[in-house]
């Protein structure tokens, strides 16, 4: 794939679905099943694999060897299992090779964007992220 560098040099990287998923139409289903998957390693390796692809088309061979700050939004999060991922190896290490990291709280997103039924708000999502913070800097990969 070649990219344009955007006239103001910011890549979206969008995606349709949940990985995997084979929904014609996507429906409802897909939409739970997409948040949840947010954080998942194999959603943040696909989503880094094309902002690499975006990148190498503006001469950035190594995407993550470059310094990045990780901004983290809290309305991404619309259910707990979305801040909980099974596999937190790719988060892990984005939070722990960023330069910085930035959290925006948008209490009012989280709380009009979170799934039904779910008993989720800043403060629940804020402790969690702060926890998965000082876990990626503890635990010591491999
Ligand atoms: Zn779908």
Known sequence: MTYEDPENHIFVISH?????????PHNDDCVVEHGNMVIE???????????AEMSRCV???HLESQPYILDIDLDAFHSRQAIDPADRTTFYRLIRNAAAITVATEAECVDDLKFDGEAIDVDFLLA???EHIKAAQ???PG
């Open 128 to 130: 969690r992220v702060v």
């Open 138 to 140: 503890t635990l010591v």
């Open 16 to 24: 349709d679905c949940a990985i995997g998923c084979a929904r014609k």
């Open 59 to 61: 001469g950035i061979d």
């Open 41 to 51: 390693s194999i959603y943040l390796d696909d989503q880094l694999a094309r902002g």
